[in-house]
């Protein structure tokens, strides 16, 4: 038997590595027997994908030696082991066949640069080999042809969606078939188990339950718990207020099944990792590493943060990043960029077809990933996978659009939201002010909130005036470090048990899910669901017992007008109901209003929702596999977004920041890991600036390797401040 290797290091033959990908597919099966694959093709391809990596180039490359022009890419000859006679005997329809072969051929995404001629040369070679290539596990499948039918295949061919059900259909199975090859090759190459199974989180959640109970023995699942439990087969979306247990909610709804859990910011997607996978008080504590991953651009650094948590970070997070484990938490872009139906989309498609998706804070998004959002539901639906919307408000464009484009889901009867009230609000007819807000300090915990980093940066320095230290800054525009700190910071004086009087200046980046408890909130109107939102932030979980805890100022406000922050509509809509609002304010007529601003009717004609329906249509005018990767990383990341590290921070961390660089300059394996806690560590001094406020000139770049530089920002810089770029009106733009 001849000794075919299909990599070197670690060296590792053919057989063998086929043999781990025969493991994982059992192990795959076994756990998620339902999935609506062909599970004899799947074998047949995870059997034949690699003996096309017996030509000579390939075994010379493997061996030591240098890539020969002339190698034909090894997917692109494994066809010629696919028994289609046999299939045909056994009454596939020609259909079904080219799936299999396509599933081969492209289990690797590579450019054709042979012609047919060389590529029918190859296949004939190849017959040598394997006339003395045994290997068992073949069976009866051992097939060898090197002239294929074109009926069968065509190397230039693709199976794409098509214009009817049928096609469509046979697409989705492509997509089933290749995708999950994928994710077994993937999981066989890195020695991981493609699935772990999730057979412990009903039990946690149950124990949970008995924990709460020994110090009330009343304790019980709250009515949205129940509800979502109820549901667990039901596409829904559910209302809810803070406080009603939306995160063991959507546990419960997930059950003992494959989920994700995304949020639309990393600190609270950071947060609820934090809950569920905390070692001492979070809801699975045991083999946290086989069953709950934290999935974002920065999971790396996180980990390192938990390391005493965890025993083998590199492993942990790859099959975090292989979507192994049974709970992933996650932002958007993680999961979502499928629906561009890139050049190797299907192992995330796949995966969602026998997946639970738990998409918190949905009126979070911008236009345009939740036009994303919308579009990818539809099609996970369409591949049995399932979604469950749990959010505190719910703008009516959103099931009017999920309806529209063919989503169906139940809608929950009635909102989650109790009778209590929290907030008694003031409209003010002015301009925000730092008169105003002075006169409330005495011993309070205040935040202020402005839409734009112009009117932040102003409002603080005014009042640091009059109480120094007492007065913090946060927005977007600080790099990570000081941005970490200040979110630490915010989290211990905004905790309920907090005493000390402080003042928080800060944009909308407070927003979203940070667990914190203010006793008076000053702000900018943005929009109604940007304030209803930030008015969270304030009396979180607390009655009113106060006379006015809200005060909103709705003249002249900043990030208002086309390409700002704020839709123009939407503002005059959400100040036009305002006038209507005075003293304490309930959950109930909180909802009332979002459903009066946001309805379709209502926002027909605004900026935004004309970017929702454009981005909508942007996704679907693409043809499959029209994209790269890359392209689609970019697009989520948003382009006109730049990683930069402020010139000041970059001349005085020059040797820390040299250092790292050097450390990710380094090659090989096994300087792997150096090279992730380096890019980890230099990230500290980085932030994402807006492209319209990095212009030509303003930055240098400083080469690391050949594929990668560092951006150096020509601006001022301070902890205290953030960037200040040398035009700063355009400061009024971001936030």
Same mark, same amino acid.
């Given at each position: ?25 059992? &192990? ?24 096309? %990596?017996? /030509?000579?180039?390939? $075994?010379? %490359? ?14 692109? #000859? ?15 329809? %020609?259909?079904? &066949?080219?799936? #299999?072969?396509? =599933? ?58 098509? *214009? ?22 993937? !999981? ?15 039990? !946690?959640?149950?124990? $949970? ?20 439990? !109820? ?40 947060? &609820? ?14 083999? @946290?590493? *086989? ?51 890139? !050049? ?97 300090? +005495?011993?309070?915990?205040? #935040? @202020? ?47 309920? =048990? ?47 017992? @106060? ?15 086309? /390409? ?42 605004? +900026? ?11 996704? $679907? ?10 392209? @689609? ?44 806690? =380096? ?13 319209? &406020? ?42």
């Amino acid at each position: 038997m001849n000794r075919y290797l299909a990599k070197s290091n670690p060296e590792e033959t053919i057989q063998e590595h086929t043999d781990n990908l025969l493991t994982n597919y059992k &192990i795959l099966q076994e756990i998620y027997p339902e999935i609506p694959v062909n599970w004899y093709f799947l074998k047949l391809a995870c059997l034949t994908h690699d003996l096309g %990596k017996m /030509n000579v180039y390939f $075994q010379e %490359k493997v061996s030591g030696g240098r890539r020969n022009k002339k190698e034909i890419p090894h997917n692109y #000859l494994s066809v010629a082991f696919v028994p289609y006679k046999k299939l045909k005997e056994e009454g596939y329809s %020609k259909e079904e &066949i080219q799936l #299999l072969f396509q =599933a081969v051929a492209r289990h690797h995404e590579r450019d054709i640069h042979f012609t047919l001629e060389e590529w029918s040369s190859e296949m004939r070679n190849l017959e040598q080999e394997w006339n003395g290539f045994t290997y068992e596990a073949l069976g009866e499948n051992r097939a060898y042809r090197n002239r294929i039918p074109s009926k069968y295949y065509q190397v230039s061919v693709r199976i794409f969606e098509g *214009d009817n059900a049928q096609s469509f259909e046979l697409f989705i199975q492509y997509v089933l078939l290749k995708g999950l090859l994928n994710r077994i090759d993937f !999981a066989a190459s890195a020695y991981i188990d493609v699935e772990k199974p999730n057979d412990f989180l009903e039990s !946690a959640l149950n124990n $949970q339950l008995q924990t709460f109970r020994k110090s009330n023995p009343d304790a019980d699942w709250k009515p949205l718990q129940k509800y979502m439990y !109820a549901h667990q087969q039901d596409n829904i979306i559910v209302v809810a207020e803070t406080g009603m247990g939306k995160t063991e909610a959507g546990l419960l709804w997930l059950g003992n099944n494959k989920g994700f859990f995304t949020l639309p910011l990393r600190t609270a997607i950071n947060a &609820i990792y934090d809950r569920l996978a905390g070692s001492e008080t979070g809801i699975i504590r045991e083999n @946290v590493t *086989d069953r709950v991953g934290l999935l974002h651009s920065e999971t790396y650094g996180q980990y390192l943060q938990r390391e005493k948590d965890i025993q083998d970070i590199e492993e942990y997070f790859t099959k975090t990043r292989q979507m192994s484990l049974p709970i992933t938490v996650c932002t958007l872009d993680q999961l979502f960029d499928f629906v561009f139906r890139y !050049a190797g989309f299907e192992p995330k498609l796949a995966t969602l077809s026998y997946s639970k998706v738990i998409i918190d804070e949905v009126q979070m998004y911008s236009p345009d990933l939740l036009a994303y959002l919308i579009v990818g539901l539809s099609y996970i639906q369409k591949v049995g996978g399932q979604f469950a919307i749990l959010t505190a408000t719910l703008p009516g464009i959103i099931p009017d659009l999920l309806a529209k484009n063919g989503v169906s889901f139940t809608r929950a009867e009635e909102d989650f939201i109790s009778e209590r009230v929290r907030h008694s609000l003031e409209v003010v007819h002015e301009q925000i002010n730092s008169d105003f807000i002075s006169d409330f300090y +005495d011993g309070n915990r205040i #935040l @202020v909130i402005c839409n734009t980093v112009r009117v932040a940066k102003e409002m603080y320095e005014e009042l640091e005036k009059i109480y120094g230290d007492e007065v913090k800054l946060i927005h977007s525009q600080f790099i990570k470090r000081d941005r970490n700190a200040k979110s630490d910071a915010i989290l211990a004086d905004g905790h309920k =048990a907090s005493e000390g009087p402080c003042i928080w200046v800060a944009t909308q980046v407070v927003e979203a899910s940070l667990d914190i408890d203010f006793d008076l909130l000053f702000t900018e109107l943005s929009d109604l669901n940007g304030l209803f939102q930030r008015m969270g932030r304030c009396y979180r979980n607390r009655e009113l017992d @106060v006379a006015t805890n809200v005060y909103v100022f709705d003249e002249k406000c900043s990030g208002i007008g086309k /390409n700002s922050v704020i839709d123009p509509l939407i503002h005059q809509n959400s100040r036009k109901v305002l006038q209507e609002v005075g003293g304490a304010i309930s959950e109930a007529e909180k909802l009332a209003l979002i459903d009066r601003v946001y309805s379709t009717e209502a926002l027909a004609g605004s +900026d935004y929702y004309t970017a929702v329906i454009d981005n909508i249509d942007y996704v $679907q005018s693409f043809h499959t596999y029209e994209l790269e990767k890359k392209t @689609v990383r970019e697009k989520f990341r948003n382009i006109n977004s730049v990683t930069v590290i402020p010139e000041p921070v970059f001349d005085e961390n020059r040797a820390e920041i040299e250092g790292y660089m050097a450390e990710m300059a380094m090659k090989g394996k096994k300087n792997r890991r150096r090279r992730m806690v =380096a890019r980890t560590r230099l990230s500290e001094f980085m932030m994402d600036a807006p492209g319209y &406020i990095v212009k030509k000139g303003d930055e240098k770049k400083i080469k690391i390797t050949k594929y990668e530089n560092i951006s150096v920002f020509e601006c001022e810089y301070s902890s205290n401040l953030g960037i200040t770029p040398k035009d700063k009106s355009q400061e009024e733009l971001f936030f």
